[in-house]
Structures are given as structure tokens and as C-alpha cells.
């Protein structure tokens, strides 16, 4: 166990793959050259490309962080689990390896949770490119009635998840301050260790993107309060032409987002919260392939000699590829749900 000291960290970097591996060494690289000591960093390497591994591996040696290689995929939760679990300073703080973060980004997190006390910090999360230009996120709500929410009747709760304000704003045109806000990103957030005591551990049964606003939602059920900092900026690259997909992200993206994952994740959460009657899931889930489609499927055909420009070639491609990469998505889910069980068992004899 550590000795704490005033030079000591108090915060543990832990990074872990969100959907892909081509922009992780990279992304590495940033924390290290943006952020000033102390600070210990714990990478979570589940099923990276070998060539990614040793780079990671090699930068981790260098820097002496910690790295824990895992040679199958994780979930997001079950990265963010391991990681926080490894750890032992006041705060963790949870950066996806898609995410640059900016110069001097974590010392006004750290102040911000120690100025109010909150069990969770967001920075301002900003997307694409140029980094640190565009709002992706900058606070939001899962609900418009948050009393009601709590402490009304279960059939009457509504999920809102206005999880993207001020998304597609320059962030010179918003005067953001410090301010609460019902929803963190999982993007990039500092979180209070001891925090988990009382709300537990990320929701392993939440594979799927909605794991944000559930850990959201278990953090205010238990008093818990989550700040936005907007002094400190880190900027999430997801894949469009600036920052598309490669081919060693391809199996990673697809399990991510497979109709299996998504089918179970929108079902658990909607019974965990009382939301069977609330439209939003219904709606939502008509909207389950559009990853595939925008990002696996339309670069595929746009790389097709003199046909790839045509709409109509792109639209048949999407009926006939889609059913296909779906498949395929239910079949990583499948074997991802196996192998977990496997490792599981393992883990407990």
C-alpha cells in the first residue's frame, strides 16, 4: 500500500480500448506529453493487434506506468472494473483510447473534486478535428424531472438523455463554467475511489454505449453529485474521415456495437431503472445499425472503383452488407459472452 505523501498522486490514470486500436498509441503519447506529475497510469490492454501491444507496452516501460495485458476483448465495463480495482490513490480517472486530452487537463479535475467534493468530474469533452475545437459534450440530463425520477411511480419515469449539450458549438462560442450536470461521459471522467463502495462497480451487464448514463443514474441514486469542469478539455476522435476505422479495428468496432450487445444492454437497463413503459427504448432501437452502416459499410463501397460515389450503388450495398455484418457482430457477441463465462470460471476456482 502506498505511503501517501504531499508528492504522492492522488490520481490514477486508467486507460482501456472504447471501440477500436489504431488511435491508442497515439493517445497514449498525448497523456504523457499533456499531463504533469504526479499521476500514476494503469493501461488496460484486452486483445490490442501485437504490434499496438508493444507499443504500449514499451511506453508503459519507459514512463513506469502499469500495463495489463489481457489477450481476449473486454467490455468497457470489465476494463474500467479491472483498472479502478488496481488502483490505490483518492481518485481514478477513466480516459477511452480514442480520447486526446489537452495541455494540463487533470489538475483542474483534481481541484474541482476537492473544491465541492463530487464523486465524479467531467472535463469538457470535445470531438473530431481540429482537437479541442468542437463540443461534443458539455453537460447534460437522463431525465427532466429528476425528483420524479427517484421518487415518483416506476411507470411514470422517462429517460430524456439530452446527454449532448452544446454538441456541434465552437467551444469559443459557449461560456461554460464549473456547474453540476445529471450526465458524465465515459469518454473521459474522474471519479472518487471510494466512491464505488457505495455505488458499486460499472455495470458488467452494460456492454453497450448506455453504460454512461446507467453509471450516471447510479451515481445520483446514492447522493452521489457529478461536476462538469470545463478548464480542463479532452476531445474524443470517433471513426469519419479525419480519424476512419483501419482494418485491425474492424473485429473490435463490429462487437462493440453487435445487435447482440445492444439488444441486451437496452433490455437490462430499461428493467434495471422502471423504464418498460418509456417510448424512448423502442425508438432507439430502430437505429441499431447505423455504425455499421456509416462506418463499416459505406467506406467499404466508397473504395469501389468508379461505382463508389453513387448513391444508389451505396444504398444497395447497405441492404445487402448490412444483414451480413450484422450476423457477424451476433456471432463476436456470442463468443465474447463464452469466453467471459470460461474466464469467469477460472477466476473463482
Known amino acids: 500500500m502506498r505511503h501517501h505523501t504531499d508528492n504522492a498522486p492522488k490520481a490514477t490514470i486508467i486507460v482501456s480500448a472504447r471501440e477500436r486500436f489504431s488511435l491508442a498509441v497515439r493517445s497514449l503519447n498525448a497523456i504523457v506529453s499533456a499531463t504533469r506529475a504526479p499521476y500514476d497510469l494503469i493501461y488496460i490492454d484486452a486483445g490490442s493487434p501485437k504490434g499496438i501491444a508493444s507499443e504500449l507496452r514499451r511506453i508503459c516501460a519507459e514512463q513506469g506506468f502499469t500495463y495489463h495485458r489481457i489477450d481476449h476483448y473486454l467490455s468497457p465495463a470489465q476494463s474500467r472494473n479491472r483498472g479502478h480495482h488496481m488502483a490505490d490513490t483518492k481518485y481514478v480517472v477513466f480516459v477511452e483510447n480514442d480520447v486526446f486530452v489537452a495541455d494540463n487537463w487533470l489538475a483542474p479535475l483534481i481541484e474541482c473534486a476537492e473544491q465541492t467534493g463530487a464523486e465524479v468530474v467531467q472535463p469538457l469533452i470535445c470531438q473530431g478535428a481540429p482537437l479541442h475545437t468542437e463540443i461534443h459534450h458539455g453537460g447534460g440530463n ?3 424531472d429528476f425528483d420524479g425520477f427517484f421518487n415518483g411511480p416506476l411507470g411514470a419515469r422517462r429517460l430524456a438523455d439530452r446527454h449532448f449539450l452544446h454538441q456541434g458549438k465552437q467551444v469559443g462560442d459557449v461560456a461554460l463554467t464549473r456547474s453540476e450536470t445529471q450526465v458524465c461521459e465515459t469518454h473521459c471522467m474522474l471519479v472518487r475511489r471510494d466512491a464505488f463502495e457505495r455505488v458499486g462497480d460499472f455495470d458488467e451487464k452494460m456492454p453497450y454505449s448506455k453504460d454512461h448514463v446507467d453509471f450516471s443514474i ?8 457529478i461536476m462538469l469542469e470545463p478548464r480542463s478539455i479532452a476531445t474524443v476522435c470517433h471513426p469519419d474521415r479525419f480519424h476512419p476505422l483501419e482494418a485491425m479495428d474492424l473485429p473490435l468496432f463490429v462487437l462493440r456495437w453487435s445487435p447482440k450487445w445492444q439488444r441486451e444492454s437496452l433490455d437490462y437497463f430499461r428493467n434495471k431503472w422502471g423504464l418498460q413503459a ?8 430502430k437505429q441499431k445499425n447505423w455504425r455499421y452502416h456509416d462506418n ?9 472503383p468508379f461505382v463508389g460515389s453513387s448513391h444508389k450503388v451505396q444504398k444497395m450495398a447497405s441492404v445487402a452488407m448490412l444483414p451480413f455484418v450484422s450476423a457477424v457482430g451476433t456471432r463476436l457477441g456470442n463468443r465474447h459472452a463464452a469466453r467471459t463465462a470460461n474466464w469467469n470460471s477460472r477466476e473463482t476456482q
Open 218 to 225: 447510479s451515481v445520483w441514486a446514492k447522493d452521489g453529485r
Open 142 to 144: 437522463f431525465t427532466n
Open 296 to 304: 463499416v459499410v459505406l467506406p467499404a463501397v466508397r473504395k469501389l
Open 278 to 285: 418509456d417510448p424512448y427504448f423502442d425508438k432507439y432501437a
